[in-house]
């Protein structure tokens, strides 16, 4: 994984516009949080798989980078992504980690299932 | 206690969730018996592929992550004296989700096919994570249906066990394994976790200084009432 270069996925949003895409779109703070601390609220959410396609799509920010895709009938958002996987060519796959590295939010693009 | 050979061909199947679950809650046990002889067979039920730990910088994707986190705990295995690893490929988190009949009937199979003399899973209530806790009940299950109950214990988290009474157990319902000779297998299945111990500072100083971290024992919860006539606390076919 890498700091995320905005142009870089400007330019792979693009490259993925109007085509079916299986997207993969995440967002947790741990489940062991409330297992060690009562105070604390677990919550996590995924969607794995499912099909969307996009009209237009932008990055935005100065880092952490928010990601909004437009699609027919509503969007795709995300916020708090500072990383990217530079070997993959064919998918978007994006995430955030905060100070410690930890995952907190992901999203992920490809024209094949994860 | 701690004859090599004296469990010879004794046989103890563990059903765990993720992989690190076998090294970070009773790491010492496994070395320790797996020293003694007793072939162990080990099951996680996912690859731990939702973990949020993915170095730091992170190296890791969601992508990449379940491969890394199956190579690692082969590698714990290995530290540990594990022989036997089977994954029940679920997706992690959603162990409480899946047909709970059909992973009941696994396990029962996996049971009645091994045959193994002790069993170590989740409590289902104190297990401290959704997917822990769903292995566990499912584990549980399982055992009663093969009348195997008697040979089963929870694993339990560091010394909450020193005070049962607490959770509604007494000392009676307690096993306590000293582990205190096996503490450098488990310090190294730590480290082969890397991904997951690296945040952990303590893991990565000296050994000296990361053993003594470790408690001397591990503690554990009979799924069954101890048998009036077992004074030495130890089942017929029991190895605790
Ligand atoms: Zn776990």
Redesign the interface.
Known sequence: ?QPIDPSVIQNRIDNLRDRDLYI?L?M?T???AA?RDSSKHPA?T?I?NALIRFSHGSVSGGGPFRVGLKMPHGWVYSEGLT?Y?ET?SE?L?M?G?DR?????V?L?LSPQP? | MSDKGQNQGRKLLAVFAHPDDESFICGGTLAKYAAEGVDITLVSATRGEMGRRMGNPPYLNRETIPTAREQELKNACDCLGIRQLRFFDIRDKTVEFVDREALVARIEALIRDLDPDVMLTFHEKLGGHPDHCAIGWATTEACRRAGRLESLYFISFGGMMEQPERYGYTRRDVVKVDVSAHLPAKLAAFRAHRCQSEIDEWVWRSDREALSRFGSHEYFLRAAPAPASDAAGRGARGLF
């Not at chain 1, 410690?100 to 907190?104: C, N, Q, R």
Request: net charge negative; no cysteine; aromatic share 12%.
């Open positions: 994984m993969h995440e947790t741990g489940a062991y297992h996590a995924f794995s990383h996987e993959d998918r796959i995430a980690h410690e590295g930890k995952l907190v992901a992920q994860f």
